[in-house]
């Protein structure tokens, strides 16, 4: 939750608290895939200060808070100004988050290979 995150950075404990994590994710890893530490390249913990912190959300939120009965705005895929810029990411269209960027990411990849006769 946050505040357990937030009061581990302000006890000064947060980084102790990320590796401990990562380490039960390797050790999970490791045991149920079979694999040897060496194989795993990267390992990267985003919290909610993370989320906060890089995306500017409330409490490290990753979807977007709706009002009930307010109309979500959907932003385009394609900008109809500037040829060739596209937009994608966890704020274009409610309810937001990893779905929405991974979703949009596809679409805008999606219309610059229409746009440049280009399979996908």
């Known amino acids: 939750s946050y505040s357990f995150w937030k009061n581990a950075k302000d006890d000064g404990s947060y980084s102790e608290k990320k590796?401990?994590?990562?380490?039960?994710?390797?050790?999970?890893?490791?045991?149920?895939?079979?694999l040897t530490y060496d194989e795993i390249e990267v390992i990267d913990i985003a919290t909610p200060l993370t989320f906060e912190r890089y995306c500017g959300t409330y409490h490290g939120s990753w979807m977007t808070i709706d009002e009930i009965g307010k109309k979500a705005a959907i932003y385009p895929i394609k900008s109809k100004a500037i040829s060739n810029l596209y937009f994608a990411g966890q704020r274009i269209m409610s309810p937001g988050g990893g779905p929405v960027a991974l979703v949009t990411g596809r679409q805008a990849i999606q219309h610059l290979c229409k746009d440049h006769g280009i399979p996908f």
């Open 19 to 34: 590796k401990e994590l990562a380490e039960k994710f390797i050790y999970a890893l490791i045991s149920n895939l079979q």
